[in-house]
């Protein structure tokens, strides 16, 4: 069974401040991690896409994968009551079976 | 520059009744998918195309069908509709192996 866990919600986070969500996986073999922004009542976004052991920023968010520890964990920076919503995280296994984690719902409180 | 389509936006249907949600992309991907979601969970994948002709189950196919018409789209039927089905579908395309996937708006779908 593949599975996908988050760290449970909700998350709140003073508006400036570092928000930190976390991820982790079943399958070591897997290749790909992503990272999705939800908005209520809306469908996923993708917001960063990680295939290797590291960081990997994008403005305001990074990114880190640790595969050895089979977890990977999204920085928001300088949270913004814009950044309130649903973050999925979705890992690659086998072939075409994407699956995603329960999400963790954030709110930046200004 | 449309990206994946979905119809119908909202639905209710009564139990027994029977449907299909449309799905189309013009983005030229080859791998589709149908998910649902339901209030306080994850995606959970239904069925899956990687590629035109050819379709697989995942982790939740029980009481839908599939078809993969062309490249283009790929819809899900339900036969029978039943209140367990009541939830928000949403399809998804990629182009190919470790890329992202593409979402929809998504259908959102009541059964009584």
């Known amino acids: 069974q593949k599975e996908v866990e988050q760290n449970s919600g909700p998350l709140s986070v003073p508006e400036g401040a570092i928000a930190s969500l976390n991820c982790t996986y079943s399958?070591?073999?897997?290749?790909?991690f992503f990272w999705y922004r939800q908005y209520s009542g809306k469908s996923p976004e993708l917001i960063m896409s990680?295939?290797?052991?590291g960081d990997k920023e994008d403005g305001r968010f990074t990114a880190q994968l640790n595969k050895a520890s089979q977890y990977v964990s999204l920085l928001i920076r300088d949270s913004q009551p814009s950044d309130s919503a649903t973050y999925l995280c979705?890992?690659?296994?086998?072939?075409?079976?994407?699956?995603f984690g329960p999400g963790t719902r954030l709110s930046v409180l200004p | 520059n449309a990206g994946v389509t979905q119809t119908p936006k909202f639905q209710v249907l009564k139990t027994g009744q029977s449907m299909t949600l449309q799905c189309a992309q013009d983005m030229n991907h080859n791998s589709m998918y149908w998910y649902r979601q339901d209030p306080g969970m994850g995606l959970r994948l239904i069925y899956y195309s990687a590629s035109e002709g050819t379709t697989d189950k995942g982790e939740v196919p029980n009481g839908y069908n599939v078809s993969r018409l062309n490249k283009r789209e790929f819809s899900l039927r339900l036969e029978s509709a039943a209140p367990s089905q009541t939830s928000v579908y949403f399809c998804?395309?990629?182009?190919?192996?470790?890329?992202?996937?593409?979402f929809g708006d998504g259908t959102r779908l009541s059964i009584l």
């Open positions: 998804a395309s990629l182009e190919q192996g470790y890329q992202p996937q593409h």
């Open positions: 990680i295939y290797s052991n």
């Open positions: 979705a890992v690659l296994f086998y072939g075409q079976n994407f699956v």
């Open positions: 399958d070591r073999g897997s290749q790909s």
